[in-house]
């Protein structure tokens, strides 16, 4: 709109072509302001690109090292006996960042007591960096969701 607005007065009045270089000169930087304005939210900060989180992603977040990997992290961090196959349920909802990194941990089903879930989280905040979830060779946001079983004794 200042644009356009500059532009007209510049066509209505009588210009060198000096004038009329600097006058685009300084149209060129306004937009430049203008687009760099508009890239940052109204506290003046960058917006994030993009803050979607996907729960359904052609490859999906992958614990380094596999499944199996994954079982002895948890085995070596739990303050008590866990199961691979049997036993007392926790499921977290895991949020793997495009650069693998952990930063939220929800408990999404639990059949254990609140002592056993609160653990559970604590293991699920406490993971190393995972290989993040892509869609078409990019890289996203997406959730992972991990089963810990506790031995039947606690």
Known sequence: MEIALLL?????????PMKFLLALAFIGA???ALSATQARGQSGRPMPSD???????Q???AFV???E?????IQANSKYPVNSKKGPLVQLRLLIEKDGSVSEVKTIY????E?????????????????????DGRLLRAYAVVPIRFTNGK
């Open 110 to 113: 639990t059949d254990v007591s």
């Open 30 to 32: 306004t937009v430049t």
């Open 65 to 67: 090292g596999g499944k």
């Open 51 to 57: 803050t979607t989180v996907y729960m359904i992603v």
């Open 8 to 16: 007209t007065l510049c066509v209505g009045l009588s210009f060198t």
């Open 59 to 61: 490859e999906p977040p």
């Open 69 to 73: 990997a994954l079982f002895q992290f």
């Open 115 to 135: 002592e056993l879930t609160q653990e559970a989280n604590r293991i699920g905040r406490t993971m190393p960096r995972w290989i993040p979830g892509s869609q």
